[in-house]
C-alpha cells in the first residue's frame, strides 16, 4: 500500500487516506448491505484498502485494484481549495485525537473550518443520540439536554437526524451554543427532513463533519458510520431514547468498547421506546436524570443531591397543585378537571405554567414537564 | 307586431330579470331566439311549438324572432320557457297583452303544455318583488316556494292553458299539496330532536369548544385517535347553534334552491355541510354554471364540517382560504365572475398522525418523518384561519353509566345569551359575531386588565403566539367571558383562550 506522503504541508490529508474516500464511494453498494449489522460494518471499516478491495469488492475487485493503483493525485483533490472544504487526515496532528481507533475515520471533511474544530474539541463534548421514533418525552428531554449542556459551555455532538439528534442539537441551538454535526453525505450536500432545518441553523456556531468527500449524496452506511464519528469525538455518550434493539444501542456498544463514559436517561417502564435505555441502566450505564448529571459526570460542577425543580415551590398553591398532577401523568384538561376546579380554571393554569416555562405542550394535548 | 314578457335566470347566486321580447313577421316559417341563450333554453323552442299546439293554441306561420333582453347575460336553464310562450301567443293575439307587461312568467313547458317547476324559484320569486312586479306566475309545485317571499301574488299555473287564462283575468290553480316548506322549527324541538349534547359521556374540552364555536362562530379543529368522539360532538353542534332569522332563512333557502334538486325549504335550521374528504377544490367551491354550487357557499350561515382533514386534498384545502378570511367566495370561470356569499364556521376533525395515537401512551408508530409530514398537510394560512385546536383523548371518554354534562337546551340558551350580548355590543358596527370583529374592534371590546395584558405579552414575547394570534386570542376570551354573562375579560379567560391556540400545531414539543 502506498505510504502517506501529504501533497503539501497544509493541505491536511495524505493521497492515501484520500484514496480511501474515493474507495468508501465505490465500495458504497455492499457496505449498504453490510450496515444492517453495525458490529460486521465496523469490521468492515477497519480492514486495509487492500483488503476492503477484497472483501467486499465481488467480481469488480480486480478491476477496482487496478484503478485504485492507477489513481493520480490530482483526481483525489477537490478542485479549487479555497472554494471547497478541504479533508484533514489521521495523520496529522489536528486530526481529533477521539476519532484514532481501528474501525475510525481516516479523513474528516469539516465545515466551517479546521479551527473551529480544534476549538471546539478543546471543549468538553457530550454526545447525545437516541431513537428516530422517539416520544414527545424523549424529544423534550433531549432539547432540554441540549440546552442545559450548551448553557454550560460544553460541545453537543450529534447526527444530522430527525427524533433525538435533532431535538438535542435545536436545544444546543436555542442557547447559541456549540454544536458537532456529522452528516451522512459530504458537508456540501443538503440532508433531507428535519435535519435540514437543524443544520442550516447551525452555521458558524458549530462544525459541521463529514467522512466522504464534498458531493457525495446520502449513503446508509454512512449514516451507521456516522454514530461512531459522533461517539468517537466525546467525552461522555448520552442515549436519550431507544429501544432495545441492536440498531438502537450500537452506540452504546461502541462507546463501551472505546471505553468511554456512557450516561442513559431512564424512560417510563410502560414505554416500549425507552426499554434500551432502560436495559442500559439496569447494565450498568450512568443515570442521567437532566444537564447536571452529565456535568457531574464530566466532573465540571459540584454534584445535585437530587432533580428538583426550584421554580415550583414558588407558584400560587392552585398552580402548583396542577403542576403537580401534571408530573404525576395527569397530563391533560380533562383529566385535570373536578368538581371544585372547572375546565376553565384548569385551561387558565395549564396556560400561566407553560408561560412561564414549566409546562410544554406534547403530542395529542397532553402537557409535559419542562425537563 | 312585437309582445313582451317578463321571466328570469340565475345569474350565479343572483336571479335576473330578462325581457323576452316576440315579433312575428310574414316569411318563411322560423323560429328564432337570440340574446345569449344556452342549450336549454335553444330547445325550448320544440317545446314551445308542441305545448302552444296541444293546448289548443295556433302556432303562428310566419317568422318568430324571440329576443331575450340584457342581451349581454347569458341566460340558461328552462325557465325560461312559459314566457316565451305566452308571448307568442301575445303577438298572435290569442293571449291579452295588458297583464303580461307587469306579471312574471317562470316555469318549463312540457310538450302537452304542462308546467314543470325549476331551480331557482325562491329566487325568481324575490327578483320578482324587487323588479316591481305585481305577480308571479309559477307551477303548482313550486307555488309554495314562491310564496316565501311576501308582498308577491303567486298564481300556481296547472298548464299553459290556465296561464293565459290567468293573464286574462281568470283565477290561478291550487298550489300542490305535499309541497309544503319546511316549517321553521321551534328551537326547543330541534335540541330535543335526534342530535343532542347529552349523548355525549366526557370529554369536557371538546364540549366546551364546540359550545364555544356556535356562540362566537369560531373556527375549529377537533384532533384525536379514532373513536374519540370527534365526530359525534361535531354533528351535536347543529343542536346548540341559534336559530337563523327570517332574513337569513330566505337567503339560505334561495341558495339552496339553485342546486340542481334544490327546491326552496324554508327553515330556521342553519345548514351543516360535512363533504367526504375525496372532494375536490372544485366540488367545494362550486363553479360559475347555474346549478353548481359549492359545498362552501351551501354552508352559507351554517356550518362547514371536513372530517379527516389531513385526507383532503392540499388545492381543496387551500381554496377555503379565501371565504374563511371574508366570508364571501369570486368565482372566475371563463369570461364569468361570481361572488357567493360564503359565511361559515368551519368545523374540522383530524387524527392528530398516520396511525391515529400520537400521545396515547406511546402506541405511535410513525416515525419523525410521518408526523412531519402529517403536520404539512395543514400548516401554514390554512392553520392561521383556525382559532381553536382542542385534542380529545381516550382517557377524556366518560363511562357510558356516568351522568352527562351537559344537554343541548342547555347549551343552546347559554349560546343564544352570548350572542345576543355579542350582537347588542357590536351592531353599532354592522356585526354580530365576535369572530367578525377585526382587529380595532377587537382592541376595543376585548380590553384586557393588566394581569391578562402581562399574560398575552409574555405569550408574544416566548413566542407562543404571532400578532394575528393575538387578536384570534382576544376574540375567543371575548367569546368565553361572553358565554359566562362577563362583561370584561378577565386574565382566566385569556388563559383558557390561550390554551386551544392553534400554533404549536398538533405535535407541540416535537416541532423543533
Known amino acids: 500500500m502506498t505510504t502517506p506522503t501529504s501533497r503539501a504541508p497544509d493541505s491536511g490529508a495524505c493521497n492515501a487516506c484520500l484514496r480511501r474516500g474515493w474507495l468508501l464511494a465505490k465500495l458504497a453498494g455492499p457496505l449498504d448491505y453490510r450496515c444492517r449489522d453495525r458490529e460486521r460494518l465496523l469490521d468492515a471499516l477497519a480492514l486495509s484498502d487492500d483488503e476492503l478491495i477484497c472483501a467486499l469488492g465481488g467480481s469488480r475487485r480486480g478491476e477496482l485494484a487496478r484503478t485504485y493503483a492507477a489513481l493520480a493525485a490530482d483526481q483525489l483533490h477537490d478542485g479549487d481549495a479555497t472554494q471547497r472544504p478541504q479533508a484533514i487526515c489521521r495523520h496529522r496532528a489536528r486530526f481529533p485525537a477521539g476519532l484514532r481507533f481501528a474501525s475510525g475515520p481516516r479523513s474528516l471533511w469539516v465545515t466551517p473550518d479546521q479551527a473551529r474544530l480544534d476549538e471546539l474539541a478543546r471543549r468538553p463534548v457530550v454526545a447525545l443520540l437516541?431513537?428516530?421514533?422517539?416520544?414527545?418525552?424523549?424529544?423534550?428531554?433531549?432539547?432540554?439536554?441540549?440546552?442545559?449542556?450548551?448553557?454550560?459551555?460544553?460541545?453537543?455532538?450529534?447526527?444530522?437526524?430527525?427524533?433525538?439528534?435533532?431535538?438535542?442539537?435545536?436545544?444546543?441551538?436555542?442557547?447559541?451554543?456549540?454544536?458537532?454535526?456529522?452528516?451522512?453525505?459530504?458537508?456540501?450536500?443538503?440532508?433531507?427532513g428535519v435535519a435540514a432545518s437543524v443544520r442550516n441553523r447551525i452555521g458558524s456556531r458549530g462544525c459541521v463533519l463529514a467522512e466522504v468527500p464534498c458531493g457525495t449524496p446520502v449513503r446508509r452506511w454512512a449514516q451507521a458510520a456516522s454514530e461512531r464519528m459522533v461517539v468517537g469525538l466525546a467525552q461522555l455518550t448520552i442515549l436519550v431514547e431507544a429501544e432495545d434493539s441492536r440498531r438502537e444501542l450500537a452506540p452504546a456498544r461502541l462507546a463501551q468498547a472505546l471505553q468511554r463514559p456512557l450516561g442513559a436517561v431512564p424512560g417510563r417502564v410502560t414505554s416500549t421506546l425507552s426499554t434500551g435505555t432502560n436495559a442500559l441502566i439496569d447494565a450498568g450505564a450512568k443515570l442521567v436524570r437532566g444537564p447536571h448529571d452529565a456535568l457531574e459526570l464530566l466532573g465540571l460542577c459540584a454534584p445535585l443531591s437530587a432533580p428538583c425543580h426550584h421554580a415550583g415551590t414558588a407558584l400560587e398553591p392552585e398552580l402548583r397543585l396542577v403542576l403537580e398532577e401534571v408530573s404525576a401523568g395527569r397530563d391533560t384538561p380533562d383529566v385535570l378537571v373536578r368538581d371544585d376546579r372547572p375546565l376553565s380554571a384548569v385551561l387558565h393554569a395549564l396556560s400561566v405554567l407553560e408561560l412561564r416555562d414549566l409546562l410544554v405542550r406534547a403530542d395529542g394535548g397532553r402537557y409535559l414537564r419542562r425537563a | 307586431m312585437i309582445a313582451r314578457a317578463h321571466t328570469f335566470t340565475a345569474d350565479g347566486p343572483h336571479v335576473e330579470r330578462v325581457t323576452v321580447e316576440v315579433e312575428l313577421r310574414r316569411g318563411l316559417p322560423a323560429f328564432v331566439v337570440v340574446g345569449l341563450a344556452d342549450a336549454a333554453v335553444r330547445e325550448a323552442r320544440e317545446r314551445v311549438r308542441a305545448a302552444i299546439r296541444n293546448?289548443?293554441?295556433?302556432?303562428?306561420?310566419?317568422?318568430?324572432?324571440?329576443?331575450?333582453?340584457?342581451?349581454?347575460?347569458?341566460?340558461?336553464?328552462?325557465?325560461?320557457?312559459?314566457?316565451?310562450?305566452?308571448?307568442?301567443?301575445?303577438?298572435?293575439?290569442?293571449?291579452?297583452?295588458?297583464?303580461?307587461?307587469?306579471?312574471?312568467?317562470?316555469?318549463?313547458?312540457?310538450?302537452?303544455?304542462?308546467?314543470?317547476?325549476?331551480?331557482?324559484?325562491?329566487?325568481?320569486?324575490?327578483?320578482?318583488?324587487?323588479?316591481?312586479?305585481?305577480?308571479?306566475?309559477?307551477?303548482?309545485?313550486?307555488?309554495?316556494?314562491?310564496?316565501?317571499?311576501?308582498?308577491?301574488?303567486?298564481?300556481?299555473?296547472?298548464?299553459?292553458?290556465?296561464?293565459?287564462?290567468?293573464?286574462?283575468?281568470?283565477?290561478?290553480?291550487?298550489?300542490?299539496?305535499?309541497?309544503?316548506?319546511?316549517?321553521?322549527?321551534?328551537?326547543?324541538?330541534?335540541?330535543?330532536?335526534r342530535l343532542d349534547l347529552c349523548d355525549v359521556r366526557g370529554q369536557h374540552h371538546g364540549v366546551q369548544a364546540i359550545v364555544l364555536a356556535a356562540?362566537?362562530?369560531?373556527?375549529?379543529?377537533?384532533?384525536?385517535?379514532?373513536?374519540?368522539?370527534?365526530?359525534m360532538l361535531a354533528h351535536r353542534i347543529v343542536s346548540i347553534l341559534p336559530p337563523l332569522s327570517p332574513r337569513e332563512a330566505v337567503e339560505v333557502a334561495r341558495i339552496h334552491g339553485l342546486t340542481r334538486d334544490g327546491a326552496a325549504r324554508l327553515s330556521l335550521e342553519r345548514p351543516f355541510r360535512a363533504p367526504h374528504h375525496s372532494a375536490t377544490a372544485a366540488g367545494l367551491l362550486g363553479g360559475a354554471r347555474q346549478g353548481w354550487v359549492g359545498e362552501v357557499v351551501l354552508a352559507n350561515r351554517g356550518v362547514l364540517f371536513l372530517d379527516e382533514l389531513s385526507e383532503f386534498s392540499r388545492p381543496a384545502l387551500e381554496a377555503l382560504r379565501q371565504p374563511l378570511e371574508e366570508g364571501r367566495l369570486a368565482i372566475v370561470r371563463s369570461r364569468r365572475s361570481q361572488v357567493y356569499p360564503a359565511r361559515f364556521t368551519l368545523l374540522a376533525a383530524t387524527n392528530p398522525c398516520p396511525c391515529g395515537f400520537a400521545g396515547e401512551h406511546d402506541r405511535c408508530a410513525c416515525s419523525e418523518a410521518q408526523l412531519r409530514r402529517h403536520r404539512l398537510r395543514l400548516s401554514g394560512p390554512l392553520l392561521d384561519r383556525i382559532d381553536m385546536l382542542v385534542h380529545l383523548r381516550r382517557d377524556g371518554v366518560g363511562h357510558r353509566d356516568a351522568a352527562p354534562l351537559t344537554s343541548s337546551s342547555r347549551e343552546r340558551a347559554r349560546v343564544l345569551a352570548a350572542r345576543e350580548r355579542q350582537a347588542s355590543r357590536l351592531a353599532r358596527d354592522g356585526l354580530a359575531l365576535n369572530c367578525e370583529m377585526d382587529a380595532r374592534l377587537t382592541l376595543r371590546h376585548a380590553r384586557l386588565d393588566e394581569r391578562g395584558e402581562r399574560m398575552l405579552e409574555r405569550a408574544h414575547a416566548r413566542g407562543l403566539l404571532s400578532a394575528r394570534g393575538q387578536h384570534r386570542a382576544l376574540r375567543l376570551a371575548r367569546t368565553i367571558a361572553d358565554l359566562d354573562g362577563n362583561p370584561r375579560v378577565r386574565s382566566r379567560d385569556l388563559g383558557a383562550a390561550l390554551a386551544m391556540r392553534p400554533e404549536g400545531g398538533l405535535h407541540g414539543a416535537r416541532v423543533a
Open chain 1, 130 to 192: 437516541g431513537s428516530r421514533r422517539a416520544s414527545d418525552y424523549g424529544m423534550e428531554v433531549g432539547r432540554a439536554l441540549g440546552r442545559g449542556l450548551a448553557a454550560a459551555g460544553v460541545a453537543v455532538a450529534a447526527l444530522a437526524r430527525e427524533g433525538i439528534c435533532a431535538a438535542a442539537l435545536s436545544g444546543a441551538l436555542q442557547a447559541n451554543g456549540a454544536v458537532l454535526c456529522a452528516v451522512p453525505c459530504g458537508v456540501d450536500v443538503a440532508t433531507p
Open chain 2, 55 to 193: 293546448c289548443g293554441f295556433d302556432f303562428p306561420s310566419g317568422r318568430i324572432t324571440a329576443n331575450l333582453a340584457p342581451a349581454d347575460l347569458p341566460k340558461a336553464g328552462p325557465g325560461l320557457d312559459l314566457a316565451l310562450a305566452c308571448a307568442v301567443l301575445a303577438a298572435s293575439g290569442q293571449a291579452p297583452r295588458d297583464r303580461l307587461g307587469t306579471y312574471g312568467l317562470f316555469g318549463e313547458l312540457g310538450l302537452s303544455g304542462e308546467v314543470r317547476g325549476c331551480p331557482g324559484t325562491l329566487g325568481a320569486a324575490q327578483a320578482a318583488l324587487d323588479t316591481g312586479l305585481s305577480a308571479l306566475v309559477v307551477s303548482r309545485a313550486h307555488a309554495r316556494d314562491a310564496a316565501l317571499v311576501e308582498g308577491l301574488r303567486i298564481a300556481p299555473v296547472r298548464d299553459l292553458r290556465r296561464a293565459v287564462a290567468v293573464l286574462s283575468g281568470g283565477a290561478p290553480d291550487s298550489p300542490l299539496p305535499g309541497r309544503e316548506p319546511r316549517r321553521p322549527s321551534p328551537p326547543e324541538r330541534a335540541a330535543v330532536g
Open chain 2, 215 to 231: 356562540a362566537g362562530g369560531h373556527n375549529l379543529l377537533l384532533s384525536g385517535a379514532p373513536g374519540t368522539g370527534k365526530t
